[in-house]
Nanobody, 119 residues
């Protein structure tokens, strides 16, 4: 079993910054990809940024240049540094880990952390 726990959300004014953290724990053999997704009220969950075990990153166009994803493979953690936050970034942010075990891939989600950006 793998547990995903996010932290670092909160309320910030437009233009401010927040840093989200996510840690995976449990029986983990190999985490291939870790990433952040977000879901605003009435909207579908959408990708924010992902990072592979080799360090390759992928960003949604709306956050490119403002958000930075980073990962510590030894600690099974991933961070999301969010700068220049805008009210449109308000959402619940979820961390996802794709774990490989004996040739099978499993995905695990955290419970989410709320990010609110006031104008």
């Amino acid at each position: 079993q793998v547990h995903i726990v996010e932290s670092g959300g909160g309320l910030v004014q437009s233009g401010g910054s927040l840093r989200l953290s996510c840690v995976a724990s449990g029986t983990i053999f190999s985490i291939e990809t870790m990433g952040w997704y977000r879901q605003a009220p009435g909207q579908q969950r959408e990708l924010v940024a992902t990072v592979t075990s080799s360090g390759s990153t992928n960003y949604d166009g709306s956050v490119k240049g403002r958000f930075t994803i980073s990962r510590d493979n030894a600690k099974n953690t991933v961070h999301l540094q969010m700068n220049g936050l805008e009210p449109e970034d308000t959402a619940v942010y979820y961390c996802k880990a794709i774990v490989e075990s004996s040739g099978t891939h499993f995905q695990y989600w955290g419970q989410g952390t709320q990010v609110t950006v006031s104008s």
